[in-house]
């Protein structure tokens, strides 16, 4: 138990430092750190522009509310500012590691060769306009729904958003890791980026079918629509163990398939 707390910690620090230099990557090339600022922002508005139009017909969506569909979209709005800062640019890069031989190299490494691959570079541009932006939207929400701000609906809140970003990670590291076998992987990654924006509205307009295979067998659906019901309390029982249970598996399921791969996988050189 001691080695592996040992473990941790050195990969928390390792993280912090690779924060660090991305930052001051940043700060030596201001200007890709403000397009990527000024790019993500004009992107939001023009979504933002689409909820206001959605928000404004006050329309009711299987029981939703215009004011908790903000919920669901404030939170749509924080995944993308988690994902993006912390997973796309490195998913980005996986194939181009396995084809460019940069794989080889992190492999002689103290450090866990997945830890290395997924968490090597953090975006500090995408995420800052999300972040407001969706934070806001969930405030403003809670006002006008009279939900009490109180410190266990946030600790919960945060609590079931960190679920959703371990889900986010295993759904979406899963078709990078078939980049062992195909070198490159961008068609299906492609694919599971456009079912990412399914969770633009929730869950609730998409037919039984399309929810039970969203949130329990490629559980995308589970990322905004999670953290939003248990906001608007629509959370049952067996959605409530669900949050606990359905991180756990994605992170054993794409452990195992990452080993798998690793096992196979010949060296860029040979």
């Known amino acids: 138990m001691s080695i592996s707390l040992t473990e941790f910690r050195k990969h928390v620090r390792m993280f912090f430092i690779f924060a660090k230099n991305s930052l ?19 992107f939001l508005f023009s ?16 029981g939703i509310s215009p004011d908790q569909m903000l919920i669901f979209t404030g939170t749509y709005t924080i995944m993308i500012a ?21 794989l080889d190299l992190y492999m002689t490494k103290p450090l866990s060769l997945q830890f290395m691959i997924s968490f090597r570079h953090v975006n500090f541009a995408f995420p800052i306009p999300n972040l407001i932006a969706g934070i806001t939207m969930i405030a403003l929400a809670w006002r006008r729904l009279d939900i009490e701000p109180s410190l266990i609906h946030v600790a919960g809140y945060i609590g079931v958003i960190l679920s959703s970003t371990i889900v986010t990670y295993s759904v979406l590291l899963l078709p990078q890791i078939l980049a062992f076998w195909t070198v490159k992987s961008g068609s299906i990654f492609e694919i599971l980026d456009k ?28 990322i905004t629509n999670m953290p939003s019901i248990y906001l608007i309390d629509r959370l049952d029982l067996f959605l409530g163990i669900w949050i606990f249970v359905a991180p756990v598996i994605s992170l054993l399921v794409v452990r195992l398939f990452w080993k798998l791969a690793v096992k196979r996988y010949e060296s860029a050189s040979s």
């Open 24 to 42: 001051v990557g940043y700060m030596e090339y201001k200007a890709n750190f403000y397009s990527g600022l000024i790019m993500e922002t004009v």
């Open 47 to 62: 979504k933002l522009i689409y909820i206001l139009f959605v928000f404004q017909l006050g329309i009711e969506i299987n």
């Open 82 to 102: 988690i994902y993006t800062g912390l997973f796309m640019d490195n998913f980005y890069r996986f194939a181009g590691h396995i084809r460019n031989g940069t």
């Open 195 to 222: 079912c990412w924006d399914l969770n633009n509205m929730p869950m609730y307009i998409y037919p039984k079918w399309l929810r039970r295979i969203g949130l329990y067998v490629v559980p995308i659906l589970f």
